[in-house]
């Protein structure tokens, strides 16, 4: 069991020498698990129109300039069949939030026969557990806890990132054009999962105008909503990467000692949660971040490009299990619902009926 740590302890170790760190990892690393995690998923984002304009995105379009405005069910179907062919678990839907808000998506919309994106999702999810028996993880940003509800029938687990508690970057280049980024509004909807027991994902966007300060505030924040309802599964620390064209195409990175410092200290917070690196973004530090407690890679696709952030590859498994390896480590696939959490206080009988049929079929223990 581990000691408990304060925010005042928490934020003298963010502050703390390289020493205190190296002695965090080494207890950080004494017995334990060896195994280390990804999902096999594929990415269907069905629009990139999004209400928000956040100063770091690239993945917004808007209508005049979007190829594709919503993906058809046909579009979809071609994509889960030969996601089967790869052994996919995980049918990933995301894009943007509040898209049905905007009038040629609801047009779109009626013309699939749907009253909502909502809807929408729980018709595709529907058949992506049912026809081709893949468990679908939505992030489609805030709902109502009735639209939650309603959801977790046909998902296996969803996620909102929590980016941060900052309320300040409300007012600055970052998310001044972002009134769903509001970190009250996120938490809210984090609890609202909670309530409904549904294994969720979230996490920190490090790098966009907040201090340590605020990365201990979002993370002793998470630990609170996850301490209430245990519903949180792993943790994203994902760090901030400019990109051409964006009003924060400038920004500079945050460095790579400050996220091992946070991670660090993520993985001595959360004793049941995972932390998740992704790799993408760090390709060569993944097992550094191992080192430092990062226990989860993510979604890792043999088959469709991470379209947030397309300009990064996703690295091939060998490559992880190689640089994992190195260091003593063995990386496993997983499902896009932890172990913990397939029973029937989460999970639908659906999902959890399919759920097990991956398991088998894909050989994951």
């Known amino acids: 069991m581990m000691e408990i740590i304060t925010k005042q302890d928490a934020n003298m170790l963010l502050n703390g020498d390289m020493t205190t760190f190296i002695d965090c990892i080494k207890q950080i690393n004494q017995n334990r698990q060896k195994d280390l995690t990804y999902s096999k998923n594929v990415f269907l984002p069905l629009t990139h129109i999004c209400r928000n304009s956040c100063g770091y995105c690239n993945f917004k379009e808007s209508p005049e300039e979007s190829v594709n405005l919503l993906m058809n069910e046909n579009e979809v179907r071609r994509i889960l069949e030969t996601a089967n062919e790869y052994k996919c678990s995980e049918a990933l839907f995301t894009f943007g939030e509040s898209a049905d808000e905007v009038d040629v998506v609801k047009e779109r919309l009626d013309e699939y026969s749907f009253n909502s994106m909502v809807e929408y999702v729980h018709h595709l999810s529907k058949i992506a557990l049912d026809e081709y028996e893949i468990l679908p993880h939505t992030n489609m940003g805030i709902?109502?806890?009735?639209?939650?509800?309603?959801?977790?029938?046909?998902?296996?687990?969803?996620?909102?990132?929590?980016?941060?508690?900052?309320?300040?970057?409300?007012?600055?280049?970052?998310?001044?054009?972002?009134?769903?980024?509001?970190?009250?509004?996120?938490?809210?909807?984090?609890?609202?999962?909670?309530?409904?027991?549904?294994?969720?994902?979230?996490?920190?966007?490090?790098?966009?105008?907040?201090?340590?300060?605020?990365?201990?505030?979002t993370l002793f924040e998470i630990k609170r909503?996850?301490?209430?309802?245990?519903?949180?599964?792993?943790?994203?620390?994902?760090?901030?990467?400019?990109?051409?064209?964006?009003?924060?195409?400038?920004?500079?990175?945050?460095?790579?000692?400050?996220?091992?410092?946070?991670?660090?200290?993520?993985?001595?917070?959360?004793?049941?949660?995972?932390?998740?690196?992704?790799?993408?973004?760090?390709?060569?530090l993944v097992s550094l971040f191992a080192i430092a407690g990062a226990d989860d890679f993510g979604g890792i696709s043999p088959l469709t490009s991470d379209y947030i952030n397309p300009e990064l590859p996703w690295p091939s498994v060998s490559n992880l299990k190689r640089q994992l390896g190195s260091i003593g480590y063995n990386l496993k696939e997983r499902l896009p619902v932890y172990d913990k959490y397939i029973n029937d206080s989460y999970l639908s009988q659906d999902v959890l009926d399919v759920a097990g049929k991956i398991k088998k079929r894909n050989n994951i223990l």
């Open 143 to 217: 709902i109502t806890r009735k639209d939650l509800r309603y959801l977790s029938d046909v998902n296996a687990s969803m996620g909102l990132m929590l980016e941060t508690t900052n309320k300040s970057l409300l007012k600055t280049i970052v998310h001044k054009d972002s009134p769903t980024k509001d970190p009250s509004k996120r938490i809210k909807f984090i609890e609202d999962a909670g309530k409904q027991q549904i294994p969720f994902t979230t996490g920190m966007l490090v790098g966009i105008g907040e201090s340590p300060t605020d990365w201990v505030d």
């Open 225 to 284: 909503l996850h301490e209430k309802y245990n519903h949180i599964q792993e943790i994203i620390i994902q760090n901030f990467k400019p990109k051409i064209n964006t009003p924060m195409a400038d920004y500079p990175e945050v460095p790579v000692t400050d996220l091992i410092k946070l991670t660090v200290l993520a993985s001595l917070l959360f004793e049941d949660v995972s932390i998740q690196i992704p790799p993408n973004l760090n390709i060569n």
